[in-house]
């Protein structure tokens, strides 16, 4: 198990270097220039020479890749004068000559071009929010999945397992952000006041008497629409598992037992049926949280899509990269998860390394 996630660790450092390279050469090929952003269509020379010396944006390509890598590795060669400062929040593991050394430190992703904040700040602010979006997704996705699922497998080739079969083939097939498009003006603009949703909306909301307070109605419209292909996803896993061990042998020993229909589905099949979905509902977190970004943007949701398309909007390179990153992260770390979870709840899975 150890050797095992070992590898896997290694194998997602070399994951996240790849990301770190193409999104820092796609960002390059990108039109406009950050500094004549920053400094304004009236600055002189000499100020946007400033500005770009104090983003680094002065170096020749090659320098500016190996500095963003060194900044963004726990482990990097910085002056002995920074280790352990606020910047790189970080000890000193091991000098290098007179005037570098090895620090051991947390990621750093730099500054944001706009507003000057760190990035992993500006990141911890907005995870929240996509965070619950996807739980939320995740759970509407589950809840009713497996229980259509289970619904058409108990009443196979009939109209309702059709209907439900070919409802879930269109929302595997329809993108996410169409869905989203029309959910929103469906529900959120043309019948809002029969279902009472807005268009747009935060999870918590500020009334100048009452303060701040939770409101879970926001969530409804994005996290349906976030969920709807997980949704077609575990309706058609959930069937094909449930029909596959309701014709098992030992099904039919439960009902030749006299044991109630409901005993037999819930007590015997669908606990032996969750297995895959058990699979497909862990391993899609990440997916949404990834997949989420159209969805805030849509709705306007305070989250990781919202900050990171408009970043890009921005020309705001390190918030871009480390939102990237970030993601990137989660996506490693949930994998590996998930696969020491299945080998744990299955002993018949073995892990390789």
């Given at each position: 198990m150890l050797?095992?996630?070992?590898s896997?660790l290694w194998?997602g450092v070399?994951?996240l270097?790849?990301?770190a390279l193409?999104?820092f050469f796609?960002?390059?090929?990108?039109?406009?220039d950050?500094?004549a952003?920053?400094?304004g269509?009236?600055?002189?020379?000499?100020t946007?020479?400033?500005?770009?010396a104090?983003?680094?944006?002065d170096?020749?390509?090659?320098?500016?890749l190996?500095?963003y890598l060194?900044?963004?590795?726990?482990?990097?060669?910085?002056?002995?004068d920074s280790?352990?400062?606020?910047?790189?929040?970080g000890?000193?593991?091991l000098p290098?000559?007179a005037e570098q050394?090895?620090v051991?430190?947390?990621?750093y992703?730099r500054r944001?071009?706009?507003?000057?904040k760190?990035?992993?700040s500006?990141l911890l602010?907005?995870?929240?929010?996509t965070?619950?979006l996807?739980l939320a997704?995740?759970?509407?996705?589950?809840v009713?999945?497996i229980?259509l699922?289970v619904?058409a497998?108990?009443?196979?080739h009939?109209?309702l397992?059709r209907a439900l079969?070919?409802?879930?083939?269109?929302?595997?097939?329809?993108?996410?952000?169409?869905a989203a498009?029309l959910?929103?003006m469906t529900f959120?603009?043309y019948?809002s006041?029969?279902?009472?949703l807005?268009l747009?909306g935060?999870l918590y909301?500020?009334?100048p008497?009452?303060g701040?307070?939770?409101?879970?109605?926001?969530l409804l419209l994005p996290?349906?629409a976030l969920g709807?292909?997980?949704?077609?996803?575990?309706?058609?896993?959930?069937?094909s598992?449930m029909?596959?061990?309701m014709?098992?042998d030992?099904?039919r020993t439960?009902?030749?037992k006299g044991?109630s229909?409901y005993?037999?589905?819930?007590?015997?099949?669908?606990?032996?049926?969750?297995?895959?979905?058990i699979?497909?509902?862990?391993g899609?977190l990440?997916?949404?949280?990834a997949?989420?970004?159209?969805?805030?943007y849509i709705f306007?949701w305070?989250?990781?899509?919202?900050v990171?398309?408009?970043?890009?909007?921005?020309?705001?390179?390190?918030v871009?990269?480390g939102a990237?990153?970030?993601?990137a992260a989660l996506?490693v770390?949930?994998?590996?998860v998930?696969?020491?979870?299945?080998?744990?709840l299955?002993?018949?899975?073995?892990?390789?390394?």
């Amino acid at each position: 198990m150890l050797g095992f996630i070992l590898s896997r660790l290694w194998q997602g450092v070399l994951v996240l270097v790849g990301v770190a390279l193409t999104v820092f050469f796609l960002f390059q090929v990108l039109p406009g220039d950050p500094v004549a952003l920053l400094a304004g269509q009236r600055s002189d020379a000499a100020t946007r020479a400033a500005i770009a010396a104090d983003l680094g944006l002065d170096q020749p390509l090659p320098g500016q890749l190996l500095g963003y890598l060194n900044d963004v590795s726990p482990v990097g060669v910085h002056p002995r004068d920074s280790a352990g400062v606020a910047k790189y929040g970080g000890v000193q593991v091991l000098p290098l000559g007179a005037e570098q050394s090895l620090v051991l430190k947390t990621p750093y992703l730099r500054r944001s071009f706009q507003s000057n904040k760190e990035v992993l700040s500006i990141l911890l602010d907005h995870f929240t929010g996509t965070l619950w979006l996807a739980l939320a997704a995740m759970l509407l996705a589950a809840v009713l999945g497996i229980g259509l699922g289970v619904v058409a497998a108990l009443k196979p080739h009939s109209w309702l397992d059709r209907a439900l079969v070919s409802t879930s083939v269109l929302g595997i097939s329809v993108p996410s952000f169409v869905a989203a498009i029309l959910i929103a003006m469906t529900f959120g603009f043309y019948w809002s006041s029969w279902t009472g949703l807005n268009l747009t909306g935060q999870l918590y909301e500020t009334d100048p008497f009452s303060g701040r307070h939770l409101v879970l109605k926001n969530l409804l419209l994005p996290a349906f629409a976030l969920g709807i292909r997980p949704l077609a996803v575990i309706v058609q896993l959930t069937r094909s598992s449930m029909l596959d061990v309701m014709s098992q042998d030992y099904i039919r020993t439960a009902r030749a037992k006299g044991l109630s229909g409901y005993r037999t589905v819930v007590g015997h099949a669908l606990k032996n049926a969750l297995n895959p979905v058990i699979t497909a509902v862990s391993g899609w977190l990440a997916s949404l949280m990834a997949g989420a970004f159209f969805i805030e943007y849509i709705f306007n949701w305070k989250g990781l899509g919202t900050v990171t398309l408009r970043a890009v909007e921005n020309l705001d390179f390190p918030v871009v990269m480390g939102a990237t990153i970030f993601i990137a992260a989660l996506f490693v770390l949930v994998n590996i998860v998930v696969d020491v979870l299945y080998a744990v709840l299955d002993p018949r899975v073995k892990l390789s390394a």
